[in-house]
């Protein structure tokens, strides 16, 4: 037995099965294609210390064998068809897609679900997949912008899991056996800890007779969360170097949550400040002085909190005037109210990625299954326009006044290894 769901727009459907499965589809008239994602809502904040890791590397082995499916069969299974399959693994959730023409359905459907029911872990295949993920590791710590951001992250939510790297640690993933990960599969993959979201054109009907057949758990599992409670947020200052030329830099501070009532307010903001070429902080600190190559601010959300921040990445010379200048765009956003010029416009730019990103499927399978996972509902772009519409200077301003003050701001400075000690590093 299962209950079906039509949302507010006609064309997205939700059905779950008896065994706590949810299935969510957009039928897309305009397209060919599809895009298929299965999701489970598990993610590295899920790991205990000894598993960090294990959620990523998971999603690695996936790709390596199943009972019926060696690594090379499920990899051209969507390629032969001119699909393809990737997966990602991020805080909160792991989603393995394909994309493929609108009738090779069941075949997406039929390797995915192959890979999630059915993956062996080949012991020869667990030995060389652990030397993919170090080799990843190192891709990402020769990377400045990904190592002061994970930098960042463990500063801000320290000995917490949020703040560890997704990755995990060399130690940890060079631990892993098969074991570990038939242990952690049948603790997070089950039934009620999955979503399934297609968008294109698809009839929902064919979807949930699909899914139906091929993840038949009459289990519905009863997947648990250990409570995972946040320390009080400490500003902290914090300096790392390595053999680099430029210096990289992160001023920010816990953020909001998915569903907290000044998002909106949060998101315009971010825009205003770091939305493209025209926004203040392009304009006033690399327009106008040359100070960097790349500047902007990130807004990243999750269950119960949130991560904003401004990366910039600046010669050492520089540090002390960029991080005067960030500053005073916090403090301009404080005390001046956006005129009405500046906030439609950064309206429109909002509203105009979100209608822009409707015409690629993964985006619309991607936006389809976040908006289960977070509100257990379908978040209409008429809701999200709505929303952003409706924010006022005022409003923006009250939010700004408490939001941007600079002592809750933390910082993270990568340096270079051999610069020198100058009065810009001191002024930390």
């Known amino acids: 037995m299962s209950t079906t769901i039509i949302e507010k727009e006609a064309n997205i459907k939700k059905t779950v099965l008896q065994n706590g499965l949810k ?21 590295s904040r899920n790991e205990s210390e000894k598993q960090a890791g294990i959620t990523h590397f998971l999603e690695h082995m996936l790709f390596k064998g199943t009972k019926t499916r060696n690594a090379y069969d499920i990899a051209q299974s969507m390629e032969s068809v001119g699909g393809y399959l990737n997966a990602f693994t991020s805080t909160e959730y792991t989603c393995y897609y394909a994309r493929c023409l609108d009738t090779k359905l069941e075949t997406a ?19 060389k997949e652990k030397k993919v993920v170090l080799e990843e590791m190192k891709m990402y710590r020769d990377s400045p912008e990904d190592v002061v951001f994970d930098e960042f992250s463990n500063q801000v939510f320290k000995n917490h899991p949020i703040g560890r790297p997704i990755l995990g640690y060399e130690s940890t993933v060079s631990a892993f056996s098969r074991h570990n990960l038939f242990d952690y599969m049948a603790e997070r993959y089950q039934p009620d800890n999955l979503l399934v979201a297609v968008a294109g054109n698809v009839d929902h009907n064919k979807v949930v007779e699909l899914v139906g057949e091929l993840l038949n758990h009459t289990d519905a599992g009863n997947t648990k969360n250990q409570e995972q409670p946040l320390q009080p947020y400490e500003v902290s200052k914090k300096e790392v170097r390595k053999p680099i030329e430029q210096t990289h830099m992160i001023m920010g501070r816990r953020a909001l949550n998915y569903n907290h009532p000044d998002k909106y307010l949060l998101l315009l903001a971010n825009t205003i400040l770091g939305g493209g070429m025209s926004s203040r902080l392009h304009q006033n600190i690399r327009e106008k002085y040359g100070y960097c190559y790349s500047i902007g601010p990130f807004n990243q959300s ?23 200048l960030i500053i005073k765009e916090f403090e301009r956003m404080q005390t001046e109210e956006v005129d ?68 809750l701001f933390s910082e993270t400075l990568l340096l270079p290894e051999k610069s020198k000690q100058n009065s810009a590093v001191n002024s930390l």
């Not at 397209?31 to 298929?36: F, G, L």
């Not at 999750?302 to 005067?324: A, K, N, P, Q, W």
């Open 23 to 43: 299935i969510v589809s957009e039928h897309v008239e305009s397209v060919m294609s599809i895009s298929v994602g299965i999701w489970v809502k598990t993610g």
């Open 109 to 127: 459907l039929d390797v995915l679900t192959d890979m999630v029911k059915n993956s062996e872990f080949p012991r020869k295949e667990l030995q």
């Open 302 to 324: 999750y269950v119960d909190s949130g991560l904003f921040g401004v990366y910039i990445g600046t010669d050492i010379d520089y540090v002390t005037h960029v991080r005067e």
């Open 340 to 407: 009405a010029k500046e906030l439609n416009e950064a309206k429109a730019q909002l509203k105009g990625k979100l209608l822009l990103s409707q015409e690629n499927t993964s985006n619309r399978m991607t936006r389809l299954a976040k908006s289960e996972l977070y509100f257990n509902r379908f978040v209409t772009l008429n809701e999200l326009v709505q929303n952003i519409d409706e924010v006022t200077s005022g409003e923006l301003l009250q939010f700004s006044e408490e939001f941007f003050q600079p002592e």
